[in-house]
């Protein structure tokens, strides 16, 4: 990337097994459900989380960082999920 060229970045974040991650998994598990997933599906899909690597939106940002980038912006956040903008 050129100096000083944006980057939009996102990505899932959340440590499995810790409480936050967990309580999340639940919400997402139940609104799927909730808007007509059925639930063999919907557990399925939260038990396939668990095997997604991710890793804390600190270490996200320490990555980032480390990779070169500054000026990291939050930009979006949604459940597990969390967007940045940093700059080359």
Request: net charge neutral.
């Amino acid at each position: 990337m050129k100096p000083g060229a944006p980057l939009a970045i996102v990505d899932g974040v959340g440590v499995s097994g810790e409480p936050q991650t967990e309580l999340l998994r639940r919400i997402w598990k139940r609104h799927a459900i909730r808007n007509g997933a059925a639930e063999e599906v919907a557990q399925k899909n939260a038990d396939n989380l668990e095997k997604v690597a991710v890793v804390s939106a600190e270490r996200e940002e320490e990555l980032l960082t480390s990779a070169g980038f500054e000026r990291l912006t939050p930009i979006f956040r949604g459940l597990s999920i969390k967007g940045w903008l940093a700059f080359a």
